[in-house]
C-alpha cells in the first residue's frame, strides 16, 4: 500500500543554517504531495504541496520538489529562524490521505 | 473568517465506555475528515463525510463512526473504548471534497485519553 517515510527527529540546527527534511514515498497512483507543519499548543497548518512530477510548492522560505524518479519530496530552507522549531509532516493524498511519522525541529538562536 | 474548532479540548473515558468528539467546520466548507494521531506518530485517516455521506474511510473499525449535519459540523464517535484509543483526534475541513487538491484546515485536536 502506499506510504510516506520521512527522516526521524529532533532535527536540531542553529539559526540562520540550512535545512533539509527527507521524505520519500510509495505510491501505487500519482498522487499529490504536502507537507504540513504543527506548531507547539496549535493545530496542523499546510506549508506548500505539490500536484505533479517536477511541480515545486513554496511558503515561508521552505521549498520541496516533486521527484517522481526518486519518490521523493525533501523540504528545504536557506535560512532558518527560531520561529521555525515545529513538527513537520510529509503527506501524500491518492485515494486517501497518508501521513508520515513528523519530524521534530529545534532551532536554536 | 471562523477556523475549525473542536470540543472538548481533552476528555478522560474509562475503557469500554462510548465517547462523542465534535467539530465546526470552517465557515463555506462542506467536506469534514476526521484523524487519530497516536504519540510520536503522524495523523491517520479515519473517514470524511461529504454533505452528510461518508464518502471515504481508512483502517478503523466500525466502532468509529460518524455524522454530518446540515450545518456541515460533525461529530465523531467511538464505542467500546479501548486503552489503544488514547491519543489525539483533529478534525479537518475543506472546501469540497477534491481531495488531491484541498488544502486541510485542522482543528487544534481533543486530547482523549481511555484508563
Known amino acids: 500500500g502506499d506510504s510516506v517515510t520521512q527522516m526521524e527527529g529532533p532535527v536540531t540546527l542553529s539559526e540562520e543554517a540550512f535545512l533539509t527534511i527527507n521524505c520519500t514515498y510509495t505510491a501505487t497512483g500519482y498522487p499529490s504531495l504536502f507537507w504540513y507543519v504543527q506548531y507547539p499548543g496549535e493545530g496542523l497548518q499546510l506549508l506548500l504541496k505539490?500536484?505533479?512530477?517536477?511541480d515545486k510548492g513554496s511558503n515561508k522560505g521552505f521549498e520541496a520538489t516533486y521527484r517522481k524518479e526518486t519518490t521523493s519530496f525533501h523540504l528545504e530552507k536557506g535560512s532558518v529562524q527560531v520561529s521555525d522549531s515545529a513538527v513537520y509532516f510529509c503527506a501524500l493524498w491518492d485515494d486517501k490521505i497518508i501521513f508520515g511519522k513528523g519530524t521534530r525541529l529545534h532551532i536554536l538562536p | 473568517e471562523t477556523g475549525v474548532t473542536q470540543s472538548p479540548t481533552h476528555l478522560i473515558k474509562t475503557r469500554g465506555q462510548q465517547v462523542t468528539l465534535r467539530c465546526s467546520s470552517q465557515?463555506?466548507?462542506?467536506?469534514v475528515s476526521w484523524y487519530q494521531q497516536a504519540l510520536g506518530q503522524g495523523p491517520q485517516f479515519i473517514f470524511q463525510?461529504?454533505?452528510?455521506?461518508?464518502?471515504g474511510r481508512g483502517n478503523f473499525p466500525p466502532r468509529f463512526s460518524g455524522l454530518q449535519f446540515p450545518n456541515y459540523s460533525s461529530e465523531l464517535n467511538v464505542n467500546a473504548l479501548e486503552l489503544d484509543d488514547s491519543a489525539l483526534y483533529l478534525c479537518a475541513s475543506s472546501p469540497d471534497a477534491d481531495r488531491k487538491n484541498s488544502p486541510l484546515h485542522f482543528g487544534n485536536g481533543t486530547r482523549l485519553t481511555v484508563t
Open positions: 465557515s463555506g466548507h462542506n467536506t
Open positions: 463525510y461529504y454533505r452528510e455521506e461518508e464518502n
Open positions: 505539490a500536484t505533479k512530477a517536477d
